[in-house]
């Protein structure tokens, strides 16, 4: 939890690898997950490494495993996940996988060509089956030249032309049979009538079972077609229009003997082929039961073996070439895990050269690491979204864990909506190992799920914050009882029966003895809830304690800057910069926190008409004036607040001139001290632009040289004082927006209070207003519309505008104070996703 609170300390090393046990070490840190390798040739392209053969080997086996996917896919097999991680595999494990693999997808494409010519084959023969059948009926039944199909019961043995009629035609009459696409049908027989000129006879009818496309795939209706003519140019014609419109033609026999012949024969066909069809589709079968065995473990083999060879490409051999050579960031803590892992892949390869990891020194700014768990990642996901922390600044995570929920809990203070919040981030909690969650494909679900505990103790705060504001669903609840007596007031009073009818309101005066007998125990007493009155005193309520709360948070913001400059070794920057500003926000606005407080103590109700306002004097003390119409809250106070404003004023001055004139008068102390200085006397400058992101140390250029220039010197410190500029004008006028942005709390407390009431009030309140014998059964739909309107608004919209109001407050308000998030993640090679997690 430690590393939590500052990124891990993180160093740059040296592995040298010997060739032989290269390949196996890569593989043990990938396991591990502890380095982030740089690459040593960034100006070599891809195709000129040195391993670029093994990786495209590998791409080719990828290619395999994608076909032997798409083939499963077909087959409406489902490929599942790989049940454990396996190794990358050495050399020769991957010849196996290879020949395997390509073995395996050769056979599928064998199998697969021959099932699919016997699938091809087998449905011609039923076409043709089909065609003879049908042509049965069309050959023996008489019909005129050109007239449309009208299937009658007629003998097959009665010719297609009345016996009368051969003795006016010498011609022989011939037969086209075959299917066609029923989309086409209409269009075929269109273009045979006007090629042929009526010269022929055509009869369609559709087949009795569907069978399948060869080109789409899908099952149709094919539509049987035969047709007779005469002549042998007709015949050409019927057979190249047929051609054109992709039909299968098949052919006739003359005689009814002959075609009983042929039926016969495709009869026997068909079961053979079905026969030959079935054991192929066995075989298919077994191949694919292979593939799905086979197939996760390859390819996660694979991947592995090809990550491998790309960061082999990314180090650089020695002169002997004998050696590689890797540059690693690495955090410190994990060396001895380093050494270990190139111990452990040195002894699977058999090298008896031993590897081993060397630390060396940098001038660049390491990546940033911060471990997380289940709980904080969530936290921690929020501060990066705005920017990953500069190498070991100070990290707000581990604050955010408790004042974020609290903030979005003052927006969204109510028991009921806090608890039914507690409750779906509970249910996520303690089922989050089910495997139906974890692997959702929703975007959305996925967000609120990796947020579960962020919105559990948004809930829990929302709960406690609802009983401060004592609202359940818009409505108080009575924990104790109340503090105003109204009995008491009636006795005191002289409220007759005449004044009662015509006062609807009726005043509680406190200063009345057993009026008002305390405060209340735990939040606000229930008995505002019925007060015309209560929103004027929930709206100064709320916007005081916006107040207080925002400049306690601002001022928090400034502390944890104390960190960041003992850490950095900068302790001027407590003086010249902390104290500044620290002075500028406590003299203003920590002083108007004062204010509200005194005023609170002082006053109560027997002298609250005469409480002077705090707005006033608060303006008064910037224009150092006093009102005579507004009295003092306690004596000197005019005094007291010029000192504080004069304060306030010559404390920016030394905000924006003290650092830059610190670090010049240091350079030229250094400067005359010694005549070449090191890189550890130009360090402090880089140090003040390390907000910026730059290294801490001194540059190359500064080391050879012997020492910056004067024309260097002068352009240093101009960016130095500019840098400085920017932060002190941003600092002070962000002290007063940032105080106003807090106001947001106020509002958006205010704004689901009244979304809360108003829903209550337009929906559960009239269906118990107008409850009559018929009230039960109206009340359930009543209360259903009630409760799809709670969700809907006030916990997902109202709830997603509170989030991002409290996500502005701590992005903008309060990291800006102390935080400066220009790093960059350390991003380890490893094999698992969540390595760090």
Not at 466 to 485: D, H, L, M, Q, R
Request: glycine share 6%; hydrophobic share 45%; aromatic share 12%.
């Amino acid at each position: 939890m430690g590393a939590l609170f500052r990124s891990e300390e993180i160093g740059l090393a040296q592995l040298f690898l010997h060739s032989a046990a290269a390949y196996s070490c890569v593989s043990e840190l990938g396991e591990r997950g502890l380095l982030e390798f740089r690459d040593l040739n960034p100006k070599v392209s891809a195709f000129q490494r040195r391993f670029v053969g093994e990786v495209r080997r590998c791409e080719e086996m990828e290619k395999t495993f994608t076909f032997l996917q798409q083939e499963l896919r077909g087959a409406g097999r489902v490929l599942g996940p790989c049940p454990e991680s396996p190794r990358a595999p050495l050399a020769r494990e991957a010849l196996r996988v290879q020949e395997q693999s390509e073995q395996l997808a050769q056979e599928l494409r064998e199998v697969s060509h021959n099932r699919a010519s016997l699938r091809g084959r087998l449905r011609e023969l039923r076409q043709y089956l089909h065609v003879l059948r049908e042509g049965q009926r069309f050959t023996s039944l008489p019909a005129p030249l050109g007239s449309p199909p009208r299937p009658r019961a007629l003998s097959e043995h009665e010719p297609i032309l009345d016996p009368s009629l051969h003795q006016h035609l010498d011609r022989k009459i011939n037969f086209v049979a075959g299917v066609i696409h029923p989309w086409r049908v209409s269009a075929f027989e269109r273009l045979l009538w006007r090629a042929c000129r009526g010269y022929l006879v055509a009869s369609f009818v559709e087949m009795p079972e569907p069978m399948e496309d060869p080109a789409t795939g899908e099952s149709i209706t094919w539509v049987i077609f035969l047709i007779s003519y005469w002549g042998e140019q007709i015949g050409q014609k019927i057979r190249k229009i047929s051609d054109c419109f992709h039909c299968h033609v098949y052919p006739y026999p003359e005689s009814e003997a002959s075609r009983a012949d042929t039926m016969s024969g495709l009869h026997s066909q068909i079961q053979d082929l079905s026969v030959v069809l079935e054991e192929t589709e066995q075989y298919l079968a077994q191949v694919l039961d292979k593939v799905v065995l086979a197939l996760p473990t390859w390819r996660v083999q694979i991947q592995k073996m090809k990550a491998i060879y790309l960061i082999l490409n990314q180090c650089s051999f020695d002169v002997t070439e004998k050696c590689l050579i890797a540059e690693v960031w690495c955090p410190v803590r994990d060396l001895t895990q380093v050494q270990d892992a190139l111990r452990q892949g040195s002894y699977k390869s058999g090298s008896s050269v031993e590897c081993f990891v060397q630390r060396i020194p940098t001038s660049e700014s390491p990546p940033t690491l911060i471990r997380t768990n289940k709980f904080t990642a969530g936290f921690q996901s929020i501060v990066d979204a705005y920017g990953v922390a500069s190498y070991q600044e100070v990290n707000p995570a581990p604050y955010a864990i408790i004042t974020f929920p609290f903030i979005f809990a003052i927006m969204f203070g109510d028991v009921g909506h806090g608890l039914l919040m507690f409750l779906f981030a509970l249910w996520m909690v303690l089922y989050e190992n089910s495997p139906s969650l974890q692997q959702a494909s929703n975007e959305i679900w996925l967000t609120f799920f990796e947020g579960r505990y962020l919105i559990l103790l948004m809930g829990a705060f929302s709960i406690y914050t609802g009983f401060i504001y004592n609202e359940c669903f818009s409505k108080a609840t009575v924990i104790f009882p109340s503090a105003w007596s109204v009995a008491t007031m009636a006795n005191h009073s002289s409220w007759s029966s005449d004044y009662l009818a015509t006062h609807p309101s009726l005043t509680l005066d406190p200063n009345v003895t057993g009026v008002f007998q305390g405060p209340y125990p735990f939040g606000i007493d229930p008995i505002w809830s019925l007060a015309t009155n209560h929103l004027n005193f929930l709206n100064s309520f709320k916007m005081k304690m916006s107040v207080v709360l925002g400049i306690v948070h601002m001022g928090f913001g400034v502390l944890l800057g104390v960190f960041n400059h003992v850490h950095f070794q900068q302790r001027h920057r407590l003086v010249l910069e902390l104290l500044p500003e620290m002075v500028f926000l406590l003299a203003l606005f920590g002083y108007l926190v004062f204010l509200i407080f005194y005023k609170w103590v002082k006053f109560s109700a027997a002298d609250s008409l005469v409480a002077p306002s705090i707005l006033i004097h608060f303006i008064d003390m910037f224009l150092f004036t006093s009102n005579a119409g507004n009295l003092p809250l306690y004596r000197g106070q005019v005094p007291v607040q010029t000192v504080l404003v004069a304060l306030a004023l010559a404390s920016v001055p030394v905000l924006l001139l003290g650092t830059p004139l610190y670090l010049c008068c240091r350079r030229r102390a250094s400067r005359t001290s010694r005549p070449a200085p090191v890189a550890a006397a130009e360090q402090e400058p880089l140090l003040e632009g390390q907000e910026a992101g730059n290294s801490v140390n001194a540059t190359k250029e500064d080391v050879e040289s012997g020492g910056p220039s004067p024309d260097a010197e002068h352009s240093d410190f101009a960016e130095i004082f500019m840098h400085q500029a920017i932060h002190t004008i941003e600092y002070c006028l962000g002290c007063v927006s940032n105080t106003a942005s807090y106001l947001r709390l106020w509002a958006l407390s205010l704004a689901h209070a009244q979304l809360s009431e108003v829903l209550w009030t337009m929906v559960m309140r009239n269906g118990f207003v107008r409850l009559s014998y018929a009230g039960g059964v109206v009340l359930v739909p009543v209360f259903a519309a009630f409760a799809v309107l709670t969700v809907a608004i006030l916990l997902v919209m109202e709830g997603l505008s509170a989030f991002l109001h409290a996500l502005r407050l701590h992005w903008v308000e309060f990291q800006n104070k102390f935080y400066v998030g220009a790093g960059y993640k350390l991003c380890p090679f490893a094999f698992a996703p969540d390595a760090w997690e």
